[in-house]
């Protein structure tokens, strides 16, 4: 009988990505979730900190189906952290604002995933972590990680 030399499964990059991604995504999930968020709300206020945006382009900035993003703005707009205007030039279209309480929630959500970041890559330095960004950065401009909505 033939022996096969395999490679450890643990050894594989996305199955290391994997597990290490699932320890990530449930300390970033419970970071947002103890400041009342979810990532797609963070997500959509990071969008809207750069200033008013129409509907359509955050659509289209966050490539998103639009009743997606329409539940994310009610419950962004139920908890008063952006709001909804009628486009004066366009009545058909809607202007997106985020809201002093959204400006204040989404710079406690960074600072706390700071903290996340400390513990997840504490056994990291500053110029490994750095590097790590980058690389992940690159693979998912590749776009060979899907959608992050």
């Not at 993003?69 to 604002?97: C, F, K, P, W, Y």
């Amino acid at each position: 009988m033939a022996t096969t030399t395999r490679t450890a499964p643990l050894a594989q990059l996305g199955v290391l990505l994997a597990g290490r991604g699932a320890v990530a995504s449930a300390r970033v999930r419970d970071t947002l979730a103890a400041q009342g968020l979810t990532m797609r709300c963070v997500y959509t206020l990071t969008h809207l900190a750069d200033g008013p945006v129409n509907q359509q382009a955050l659509i289209d900035l966050l490539g998103v189906d639009p009743s997606a993003l329409v539940a994310v703005l009610n419950e962004l707009e139920s908890l008063g952290m952006a709001s909804r205007q009628r486009d004066a030039a366009d009545r058909r279209r809607h202007i997106v604002t985020i809201t002093p309480r959204g400006t204040a929630a989404l710079q406690s959500v960074e600072s706390a995933l700071d903290g996340a970041d400390d513990d997840l890559f504490a056994a990291l330095s500053s110029d490994e972590r750095d590097q790590l960004e980058r690389l992940l950065t690159k693979v998912a401009d590749a776009g060979s990680c899907g959608d992050k909505y």
